[in-house]
């Protein structure tokens, strides 16, 4: 089996591009994409996947029929060490591939110095107004726009999920509460449990024993409470309506996420001298901390931000404007806020660019070779 395919950077992520139109009729995609990208496996050497979960995704576009989209895309996060395909949330720095993957390939036609593709998440129902900078009406010939946490330069995307609250639960605040009371490892927690972009479970750093004004010493903490969090994360799963036992809760969502205000120490001179930042943060991914920010999870911490009583409505005190700067492994994030007819528009601004065009080869048949490390694929 042959694959057409591309091998393209979103922000801080990189996954596999597939048509819809070129995975074959019939195949099961929960089959298919593990044994691609070499998984179960640790390194994935027998695959495309890059071993990390930044590195493990695909997305898979096609062409709708209904007016007023460009494109739908699905996300799939695919498992490493195990042959199973996530498919309960979005990507949003893989996002940012989609509109310059339609220009790219023609199905836009750019139109001034911005030009506008309307996109489709199919796993969630999410739309993202992607904005693709085409000074002249034209991709640049040398993509020159930075970001945080990437050392090259790529085109600018500017993704702007409109109406974001409770696309996978329904509900902004899952549970009907701002905060609510998680006990796990011993120790009860206060958490917030919100729904925007993807579904989060905020933690607040204090309680793990972070230290806000020690932000460079939080991943060494946090590597040694990823049992707890994950029993907190496994918890919220359930309370949110994800899954009907923290057993069954999938590995992907929801997201946790550990915040903390900068130091009040530092919030005269180093950490707003330096960065500007209104909050702290630290995702977890697939089980380990990230070595960025999950987008759609940042499109869930700016709502939180604004709504009253959240664990980072209380850090914040409710008085951000327009823009929430989050502080990340990688730098700063800043997400804006707008509205327009009548709609809620939660934003960022990443890069994006083509790493390669291939074919991908597939050797042996599904079900013969494959079939034993396939047997635990789901979706």
Not at 64 to 73: A, L, M, Y
Not at 84 to 103: M, P, Q
Not at 256 to 263: D, G, S, T
Not at 311 to 318: E, F, I, K, Q, S
């Amino acid at each position: 089996m042959k694959i057409e395919a591309e091998w393209m950077r979103g922000g801080t992520s990189k996954c596999w591009v597939f048509e819809a139109g070129h995975l074959g009729e019939g195949t099961s995609l929960d089959s298919l994409l593990p044994r691609v990208f070499g998984s179960p496996d640790s390194r994935q050497i027998d695959g495309v996947g890059g071993a990390t979960s930044t590195t493990s995704k695909a997305m898979i576009l096609h062409r709708p029929d209904d007016e007023g989209i460009d494109v739908d895309f699905t996300f799939a996060q695919v498992g490493i060490e195990e042959a199973a395909v996530d498919w309960g949330s979005n990507c949003g720095n893989c996002s940012a591939v989609v509109g310059l993957y339609a220009i790219e390939k023609g199905w836009v036609v750019p139109a001034g110095d911005v030009t506008r593709i309307v996109t489709r998440n199919t796993n969630t129902g999410q739309v993202i107004i992607q904005r693709v900078a085409t000074p002249a009406g034209a991709l640049p010939i040398v993509p020159d726009a930075q970001m945080p946490g990437v050392p090259f330069p790529g085109y600018r995307v500017g993704l702007g999920f409109q109406d974001p609250a409770g696309k996978t639960t329904g509900a902004l605040l899952p549970t009907g509460s701002a905060t609510d009371t998680i006990t796990a490892g011993g120790t009860r927690w206060t958490v917030s449990m919100v729904d925007a972009g993807a579904p989060v479970v905020i933690v607040r750093a204090e309680d793990l024993g972070l230290d806000p004004a020690r932000y460079e010493n939080w991943q060494a903490g946090v590597e040694l409470q990823l049992d707890t969090l994950d029993q907190i994360r496994r918890q919220a799963a359930v309370r949110m309506g994800l899954a009907p036992t923290t057993a069954q809760a999938a590995r992907a969502i929801p997201k946790l996420a550990i915040a903390a205000a900068p130091a009040a120490a530092r919030v005269a001179d180093q950490a707003q001298a330096v960065d500007g930042s209104d909050i702290n943060v630290m995702m977890l991914s697939m089980g380990r901390p990230h070595p960025a920010l999950a987008i759609t999870g940042s499109i869930a911490l700016t709502l939180a931000a604004r709504t009253p009583g959240t664990v980072l409505h209380h850090m914040t005190g409710g008085t951000q404007g327009a823009a929430l700067k989050l502080r990340t492994p990688a730098g700063v994030l800043e997400t804006w806020t707008e509205e327009k007819d009548g709609a809620v528009i939660v934003g960022v601004d990443r890069t994006a660019r083509t790493i390669a065009t291939t074919v991908i080869h597939l050797p042996e048949a599904l079900g013969n070779a494959a079939e034993e490390a396939l047997a635990g694929a789901t979706r």
